[in-house]
């Protein structure tokens, strides 16, 4: 089980590259509620971004790119392009309004869940890419003890994107530049770490690793349904619904596939781990504990999303979020942890592939926390593309060091 953008045919952007920083939030146009994991996106370029949990998002627009177009989308909400000369440099509010779906007479038939994954299975080939690629990948990971923020990393990945034609051939990430908040091991985290962060989050691509959720063999574990069409980010969508069947005694997952009308792609999961397992969880997702302590798992949420680019699906944006109660004991007080990995893919290369040796990639057993601190370096992170964060890392390495004193 899985313990945890925006692409074209354009080039990496070099370091020296002047450019304009847009920041702004994304709303919902009727209920003006934020609107999480938005595509912020330089329209026909694969610069892009996403916008946080307060929906809002920073985007860093080259100087020869000042005469484009942004373009916004979301899962079930229509898409928005804004010409960039019309944006302010702050404190731009974006309304995204629902993609309601009308039902037409003609597209009324029986579906069946399981052949129409067959059928997405099927065309992977067709639909995603057959070569390798080159990808730049943001990434942030957080973990928070209780309200609190007690460690943030982040870093700017390199990828070797294998391709998806070949399940023999696997992706390669390797940290190229990183940054985390300082000190935060004196803090009451020594006992808790998260390991291989950016390793998982590769391994959510179930295009590429099917056998973790459309397989055969997850037919005789899971039940799948029919939950009808959306519109996706302007297409239409079949709508497949999952859960793990009952007397399975393992944490498996309960959520919903996206797969696209005209080219039978999966464009987007969104699932958590199921009700039905979740006594399971702990002991396939906790490596080590100390002796006296109880941990129990209250929930952990993942999104998978792909963006078609060329007649061809990429994935663009991936995301996990877990959470786990502590309590040792004969203590009355407990801690509960939440953590969240989330990658960002702002860019690719069709031409220049590296394949990185295994030894210099991420790997399942790596603490990423304890990596970065490697591959500091201050002048970097001028014009690339991030996350925003609903707190700096440099505020909240601020606040650390200051309550440490």
Request: charged share 30%.
């Amino acid at each position: 089980m899985f313990p945890l953008a925006f692409l074209a045919n354009s080039t990496p952007l070099p370091p020296d590259t002047s450019f304009v920083e847009l920041r702004g939030n994304v709303k919902d146009k009727d209920t003006k509620d934020a609107i999480i994991f938005a595509s912020v996106y330089i329209v026909g370029t694969s610069i892009g971004t996403i916008s946080n949990a307060d929906g809002q998002f920073i985007i860093k627009i080259p100087t020869s790119r000042i005469n484009s177009k942004i373009g916004v989308s979301c899962l079930g909400y229509k898409n928005i392009e804004i010409p960039i000369p019309d944006m302010q440099k702050m404190h731009n509010e974006i309304q995204l309004e629902l993609a309601r779906y009308y039902i037409r007479e003609l597209t009324i038939r029986k579906v069946d869940p399981i052949q129409l994954i067959r059928d997405a299975r099927n065309k992977i080939s067709q639909n995603y890419g057959d070569s390798p690629a080159m990808l730049t990948a943001f990434y942030r990971e957080t973990i928070k003890q209780n309200r609190n923020y007690v460690a943030i990393s982040e870093a700017v990945f390199d990828v070797y994107k294998a391709p998806y034609s070949r399940y023999i051939d696997n992706d390669r990430v390797k940290i190229f530049k990183g940054r985390k908040s300082q000190d935060v091991e004196k803090m009451d985290t020594i006992l808790f770490r998260l390991q291989g962060g950016p390793y998982y989050l590769f391994m959510l691509d179930v295009i590429k690793n099917p056998e973790e959720l459309i397989s055969e063999e997850n037919f005789n574990v899971y039940d799948f349904f029919y939950n009808g069409l959306e519109t996706v980010e302007d297409r239409d969508a079949y709508i497949i619904g999952f859960d793990q069947k009952k007397g399975i005694s393992m944490p498996l997952y309960k959520g919903k596939l996206y797969i696209d009308v005209n080219t039978l792609a999966i464009s987007g999961i969104e699932f958590q781990l199921s009700p039905t397992g979740l006594e399971f969880a702990p002991d396939v997702m906790i490596k080590k504990k100390p002796m006296g302590m109880k941990i129990d798992i209250p929930g952990a949420y993942y999104i998978v999303k792909y963006r078609i680019i060329n007649d061809r699906w990429f994935l663009s944006y991936a995301r996990t979020e877990a959470r786990f109660r502590c309590k040792w004991n004969r203590n009355l007080f407990r801690s509960t942890y939440t953590t969240v990995s989330e990658m960002a893919i702002t860019d690719i290369d069709t031409d220049n592939i590296v394949k990185y040796k295994i030894k210099d990639t991420a790997r399942a057993t790596d603490v990423f926390s304890e990596q970065v601190k490697d591959f500091e370096d201050p002048e970097f992170w001028g014009e690339y593309n991030i996350i925003r964060p609903e707190e700096s890392i440099e505020d909240a390495t601020h606040k650390l060091t200051r309550k440490l004193k």
